[in-house]
């Protein structure tokens, strides 16, 4: 769903002046990563970042890797593009698009090291259930996207949300739970705390993490 919110002044000028160093749309077609980003690094694809401070660490603790983030809250985009600007950030592209169109159109198959998708819109309510972005579909799109050994990490603080996450990516095909059959994973070193997870904490919530790995 695109919320557009209001935006800061920093978030204005930044979508006006820099976007050019970070921002991709639809339109700029399949992406060629070693053109984009001048170096034949891994790349790891980010759907919803949010106000973008835990993908702008990220992308600052492994300046090894690549990030590309996809987000469609204009003030979370522009928040992003002046911080990695302010930080001197190069290793970062954003979206603010829709995730879905974006791997349809922008992004080649077998061409990502890792997909991470950290507190999702949990949809609470059952008759919304079928609203929640990972279903058996959405997986097997994440899997045709990934190289093989690629990862799809997923977290939540909603434990319904979190269970079905293991569902699903259980009965996917080509897909294995890196941390067994039936088992949540650790939460992995590289995935910082977001204000999401901070909330749930103040709420009491747990925080699931799920990490399933292409091995077809």
């Avoid at 899997?143 to 009965?171: C, N």
């Avoid at 749930?200 to 799920?210: A, C, I, T, Y």
């Amino acid at each position: 769903m695109r919320r557009q919110g209001r935006l800061t002044e920093g978030q204005s000028r930044a979508l006006e002046h820099y976007w050019d160093d970070y921002g991709l749309t639809l339109a700029n077609g399949v992406l060629d990563f070693t053109a984009l980003f001048g170096n034949a690094n891994p790349v790891i694809l980010e759907i919803g970042f949010g106000n973008g401070a835990s993908l702008l660490q990220m992308a600052q603790h492994a300046p090894q890797k690549n990030f590309i983030g996809v987000e469609v809250h204009r003030p979370g985009v522009g928040k992003l593009i002046n911080d990695a600007h302010q930080a001197g950030v190069n290793n970062v592209k954003v979206f603010c698009e829709d995730a879905i169109e974006v791997l349809a159109h922008n992004i080649a198959d077998s061409s990502l090291d890792g997909v991470q998708l950290f507190f999702p819109d949990p949809w609470h309510k059952k008759k919304h259930n079928k609203r929640r972005i990972v279903q058996p579909a959405f997986a097997q799109t994440i899997r045709h996207k990934l190289k093989i050994g690629g990862y799809f990490h997923m977290a939540t603080d909603w434990e319904p949300y979190a269970e079905q996450m293991l569902e699903v990516m259980s009965a996917a095909g080509g897909f294995t739970n890196q941390a067994g059959a039936g088992n949540y994973a650790p939460k992995p070193d590289y995935r910082p705390d977001t204000k999401f997870e901070k909330r749930g904490e103040r709420l009491g919530h747990g925080v699931w993490d799920l990490v399933f790995i292409r091995n077809v």
